[in-house]
């Protein structure tokens, strides 16, 4: 048997981590490879519950995954077993950190002349999940949204969009910081243009100190 090992810290809470993998619609949409997108026929998250799906290449190729999922516990463990072809068993670990939560990902293939074959494929694959998942999980939830104000929606919307702007893949402290001083109200914002600050010279800043290359991910689907 061969292993492939990764790890990711998110800066998200557990719970939301943990939702973006145990809703069938939010996992049918980050799942799999860059490019990649998903059709799902049966998710049945649960103990031995039955994971059946197609995945479509961006080539037009499909490639259908027939798995199970063999154990689940809240908040902790996912583990995966892919049954049909390349037979592996995927385990999915969270653990609460300080700064969100951080996900282990180890992927155990039962024939190590295949797992060498396709190492090339699998390692940027489960880096490139990995990506999706952080971005999933930093998307605000519909129960998030649920108990916002208006206002703080909208200042969500807007940091989004700086993030976009920026070309950066998820929203960070720099872009809700520049989306205070877009929606130009509030005491937040008081507090900012008593300091001295201003959007163009923020933004400037956040240029410099972040780049504007696609290093994280704003939102997931």
Not at 41 to 52: H, I, Q
Not at 82 to 99: A, C, M, N
């Amino acid at each position: 048997m061969s292993t492939f090992y990764t790890s990711r810290e998110i800066p998200a809470p557990i719970e939301e981590v943990f939702a973006a993998i145990s809703e069938s619609t939010r996992l049918e949409c980050w799942w799999g490879p860059s490019g990649f997108t998903n059709t799902f026929k049966v998710c049945e998250f649960k103990t031995g519950g039955r994971w059946s799906f197609v995945m479509h290449a961006p080539n037009g190729n499909n490639y259908r995954n027939e798995s199970v999922f063999v154990e689940i516990e809240p908040l902790k463990k996912v583990v995966v077993q892919h049954i049909s072809e390349p037979k592996f068993r995927l385990t999915i670990g969270l653990t609460s950190t300080v700064t969100g939560t951080l996900v282990s990902w180890s992927q155990a293939f039962e024939d190590p002349n295949v797992a060498k074959q396709i190492e090339h494929i699998v390692v940027p694959a489960n880096e490139q999940n990995l990506d999706h998942l952080t971005s999933e999980a930093l998307s605000p939830s519909d129960n998030l949204m649920s108990i916002l104000t208006p206002r703080a929606q909208k200042l969500l919307d807007l940091s989004r969009e700086e993030a976009r702007h920026l070309n950066h893949e998820f929203v960070s402290s720099e872009h809700l910081l520049l989306a205070l001083l877009t929606l130009g109200q509030g005491t937040a914002f008081n507090v900012l243009r008593n300091q001295g600050l201003d959007l163009n010279f923020v933004r400037n800043e956040v240029k410099k100190q972040a780049g504007t290359h696609r290093d994280n991910k704003t939102i997931g689907c």
